[in-house]
């Protein structure tokens, strides 16, 4: 019996997920789907910032100083230039925000 039962178990513990990826779920409303995809939205941003994050913040407070975002530059001055642009309240680092928005995630 034993055998029977707990691949039934772990099957209706993956069905959500199944239901998710075929998009067989009920239906949903607009709005619903709206945020959900704002939450995708921000989720696809977050993650993007994290990659560059994990890339540059070599001392992991979670924003790039000028000399993280230029290290690995291959022209650091024109890289010390872009930074000044996207360093848009002048704090000498790149924000999260900052970031999404070099990316052209944010506006
Ligand atoms: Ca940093
Ligand atoms: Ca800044």
């Known amino acids: 019996m034993k055998r029977l039962i707990i691949p039934i178990v772990a099957l209706s513990l993956l069905q959500p997920v199944f239901a998710k990826s075929t998009g067989k779920t009920p239906v949903k ?35 790039l100083s000028k000399d993280e975002y230029i290290a690995g530059e291959a022209d650091p001055v024109a890289a010390g230039k872009k930074f000044d642009q996207l360093d848009m309240n002048h704090d000498r680092h790149l924000s999260r925000d900052e970031i999404a928005i070099s990316l052209g995630l944010k506006k």
């Not at 921000?42 to 540059?56: I, M, N, S, T, Y």
């Open 29 to 63: 409303s607009k709005q619903q789907l709206e945020m959900e995809a704002k939450r995708a939205e921000r989720e696809k941003v977050r993650k993007a910032v994290d990659a560059v994050l994990k890339a540059k913040d070599t001392n992991h407070d979670g924003s």
